[in-house]
């Protein structure tokens, strides 16, 4: 078990370190305007209201189709489509987004699914190209923070969640 | 006058029969091979049980049998926890869920929520004694969360080379996933996959370190799973070992000691459900149109059972 713990948090750790400075600079960016909707976090630094302002703006625009516009996921989203593919989960916490780490839910926003379960064919496209860093960490930062707290708080909890942080 | 003589020979053969008793009792017990039919294996309440078209119960990890209740309905398959000692949850012929609490003496009917279908695969939730999972072909994976009272739908089948596979067996598999929970393995009709028990997405068993691979291009280990396409019939993962799992194939009982990432044959024995003593990882049993076996070597040589 522990070891599995440590396989993650490495993969992460690893993850996270790519976006290490993009989340810097997003957290010195936001340090001004702290007082957010919600206390949230990405990859360890505060979220600022703008940041997740502008991840809604995006999130309409790249998301919205296939997530829902209030974040329900697409209809029946548990039962398979007939391409084989699943569809597009909630993003608003009733689906299973809580509990990936921060470090995997930016891997698969940005790389695909594929980034994190090898060989997942998945109907989401890698935004890599489409969207930069800090317009995905906004995205992500967006969705978090309209998810329950005690989402938040499961999420917190993870195992890859303690890396990335400046630090450690 | 007092007939010395009859008294006398009731004397004798009241002596007689002592000896003759106590000959029995040191001889021993009448035993015979395990009848065909038993499909639906597990250990709960410190024993084994095996069910059919009656129970059948074992004090010795299975290597004796005793005849135990008939219930109204078929069992096709059985779930326990050891924190639950003498419940059996108990999926039945046609379809829905029983649940006894003294080893299948007494069944109470459950099964809110699930379609009208028969279960083809059931387990208990390793951390969580009172959640259960349940498969149903063409359907989906089930859950309880309230030891087999009321379920519902928490994701579709597994897809492999291209099509949807029934599940036929189900393992809570006691190792983080890295996602908050732990992993629950699905033997189907064509091989082997996992999922979180979060339910995000059925995938292959991948080294756990798959991604620092993908990061670094570095090589990583490389897996031997299960032979392609052969259904997985049961498929159990020791609770004192998570790591160690055993699927039952057409071809045999197959042991893996990493989690489902490598695997190899152990024995060429055609069983159709297999338990683990959850106890001690070396105690098993298995279930095969030729009886009930037990194991004392987690599952490399086995023994044909008897019944008293």
Not at chain 1, 44 to 57: D, H, K, L, N, Y
């Amino acid at each position: 078990m522990s070891k599995a713990h440590h396989g993650n948090g490495s993969a992460e750790r690893k993850a996270a370190a790519l976006l290490a400075a993009t989340t810097l600079a997003l957290a010195s960016v936001s340090s001004a305007a702290a007082s957010g909707p919600a206390e949230v976090t990405f990859l360890g630094s505060p979220s600022s209201a703008e940041s997740i302002a502008v991840g809604e703006t995006l999130y309409a625009e790249h998301c919205a189709a296939c997530h829902g516009e209030n974040r329900e996921g697409q209809p029946d989203w548990r039962r398979r489509l007939d391409t084989g593919r699943m569809p597009a989960p909630p993003q608003d916490g009733t689906g299973h987004s809580f509990t990936h780490s921060d470090a995997h839910l930016f891997a698969m926003t940005k790389l695909g699914i594929e980034a994190v379960v090898p060989g997942y064919e998945s109907d989401m496209p890698a935004f890599e190209g489409i969207l930069e860093d800090a317009e995905i960490i906004a995205i992500l930062s967006f969705v978090k923070a309209n998810w329950p707290e005690e989402r938040r708080a499961y999420q917190a909890s993870l195992p890859g969640m303690d890396a990335g942080r400046p630090g450690e | 006058m007092t007939d010395f003589t009859g008294f006398r020979f009731n004397r004798r053969a009241l002596l007689r029969g002592a000896i003759g008793a106590s000959i029995m009792a040191m001889a021993p017990q009448l035993r015979a091979a395990t009848p065909a039919g038993y499909r639906a294996l597990a250990f709960s309440g410190g024993g084994a049980v095996a069910a059919g078209d009656s129970f059948l119960t074992s004090e010795d990890g299975g290597a004796t049998w005793r005849q135990g209740a008939r219930p109204g309905a078929s069992p096709v398959a059985l779930a326990a926890h050891p924190e639950r000692s003498g419940r059996l949850i108990v999926a039945l012929e046609g379809g829905g869920v029983a649940v006894s609490d003294n080893r299948g003496e007494t069944l109470i009917l459950g099964g809110r929520g699930l379609p009208a279908a028969e279960i083809s695969a059931l387990a208990t939730a390793a951390r969580l004694p009172d959640t259960l999972y349940a498969a149903i072909p063409g359907d989906g994976l089930w859950r309880s969360e309230d030891a087999g009272e009321s379920w519902e739908f928490v994701m579709d089948r597994p897809f492999i080379a291209g099509e949807e596979r029934d599940v036929l067996s189900l393992a809570s598999v006691d190792l983080a996933s890295g996602m908050g929970g732990i992993w629950l393995y699905g033997g189907s009709t064509a091989g082997l996959q996992r999922v979180p028990d979060c339910f995000c997405r059925w995938q292959d068993v991948q080294p756990e370190h798959a991604l620092d691979a993908l990061v670094e291009g570095a090589e990583a280990p490389e897996p031997r799973p299960l032979p392609a396409g052969e259904p997985v019939r049961a498929l159990i993962s020791s609770a004192a070992a998570p790591s160690r799992l055993w699927a039952a194939l057409p071809s045999g009982i197959w042991i893996s000691a990493d989690a489902g990432l490598t695997w190899e044959t152990a024995n060429a024995i055609a069983a159709t459900a297999l338990a683990g003593d959850p106890t001690n990882p070396d105690t098993l049993i298995a279930a095969s149109p030729d009886g009930l076996f037990h194991s004392r070597d987690a599952g490399r040589s086995w023994t044909a059972s008897t019944i008293l």
